[in-house]
């Protein structure tokens, strides 16, 4: 199935660093929906963005999204060991079927 | 958000076999959704599950393969029919949240086939 693009694909980083990623699509978006996946888990869902150039935050994290409505980016900061895991976009084209395409996923490890 | 359990939560089975998937809800919910996750890799759509009607399977998804039951708005079950290794995945159902379109994910099932 369709997927977006994400990046860094993986990335490791020390603790207390700051970091970013985003997903690229060469389609408009909707709604974008950011997660995070530990390991045997199931995406537990970190924030939501309902309009372009919107900026949210959700204690360390802050995601926007992109103002052409085909991208959008999570940083987060001060990174701690507990950040480790997938990170996953999820965007949806139209609004009313609940459907939504899901980024490649960016894997954060964390140094301590 | 409400709160979604899933059952088996993991199962090593055989080449041939089927298997059901139960995914249980805490409150009703309009959209239900069964995804799979292979290794390493994102997140699939694989169907809609409809309440009381048949449901909608994305492309490269087929109802003989996967068959889908919602009797009512809070219970899901998905089965993997006639099992090879290439099934052996994360089963993940999801649901829409009552306010905006925010989707919310069960705990996976994670399916082993050999």
């Known amino acids: 199935g369709q997927q977006l693009n994400q990046s860094p694909q993986s990335m490791f980083i020390q603790e207390g660093e700051d970091v970013s990623m985003n997903c690229t699509s060469s389609s408009i978006f909707n709604t974008w929906l950011w997660y995070k996946q530990d390991p045997g888990e199931g995406p537990v869902l970190l924030i939501a963005l309902y309009k372009a150039g919107e900026l949210t935050s959700n204690g360390r994290l802050t995601a926007q999204f992109g103002i052409t409505r085909k991208d959008s980016f999570l940083n987060i900061s001060a990174s701690i060991p507990s950040d480790v895991g997938i990170y996953f976009c999820a965007g949806q084209r139209t609004s009313g079927t609940y459907k939504y395409i899901f980024g490649t996923g960016t894997r954060l490890k964390v140094l301590a | 958000s409400a709160v979604i359990s899933q059952k088996p939560s993991r199962d090593i089975c055989q080449r041939g076999t089927s298997l059901t998937i139960q995914c249980q809800v805490d409150s009703q919910v309009t959209m239900m959704f069964w995804y799979r996750q292979q290794p390493g890799q994102s997140l699939t759509l694989i169907a809609t599950a409809n309440q009381g009607s048949e449901a909608t399977y994305e492309s490269g998804f087929v109802i003989d393969k996967f068959p889908i039951s919602r009797p009512n708005l809070t219970f899901s079950t998905l089965t993997v029919s006639n099992m090879s290794p290439e099934d052996s995945s994360i089963y993940l159902c999801?649901?829409?949240?009552?306010?905006?379109?925010?989707?919310?994910f069960g705990p996976g099932t994670r399916l082993t086939v050999l």
């Open positions: 999801s649901v829409v949240g009552t306010g905006r379109n925010e989707q919310f």
